[in-house]
């Protein structure tokens, strides 16, 4: 088990950036694969990108594709999601999420999730 806490969320302008960082604690953070997902209010929760546990490999939804980027730092236990051209519709609760197999983070049954940080879009 690792506990997770996200931080970076904000309110910024449509077309505008955040970057987001998701600080696991324990000692084995690079064995998991690491993940982001988010929940617009009066929606279900939905997949936006992950990260196998070295790095090489990434996933991310369609809706995010060619403006978010998920990378990670295993010497600091930390996962990032860099959120570029922003729009409204990016507003949600981002969550970050943790477990040893990559389908199971790509699902959302990780065994391991943060509280959330709240990413507010202004058109």
């Known amino acids: 088990q690792v506990q997770l806490v996200e931080s970076g969320g904000g309110l910024v302008q449509a077309g505008g950036f955040l970057r987001l960082s998701c600080t696991a604690s324990g000692r084995t953070f690079s064995s998991y694969v690491m993940g982001w997902f988010r929940q617009a209010p009066g929606k279900e929760r939905e997949f936006v990108a992950a990260?196998?546990?070295?790095?090489?490999?990434?996933t991310y939804a369609d809706s995010v594709k060619g403006r978010f980027t998920i990378s990670r730092d295993n010497a600091k236990n930390t996962v990032y999601l860099q959120m570029n051209s922003l729009k409204p519709e990016d507003t949600a609760v981002y969550y970050c999420?943790?477990?040893?197999?990559?389908?199971?983070?790509?699902?959302?049954?990780?065994?391991?999730w943060g509280q959330g940080t709240q990413v507010t879009v202004s058109s």
């Open positions: 999420t943790a477990d040893h197999l990559y389908n199971r983070v790509t699902s959302g049954i990780g065994d391991n």
């Open positions: 990260i196998s546990w070295s790095g090489s490999s990434t």
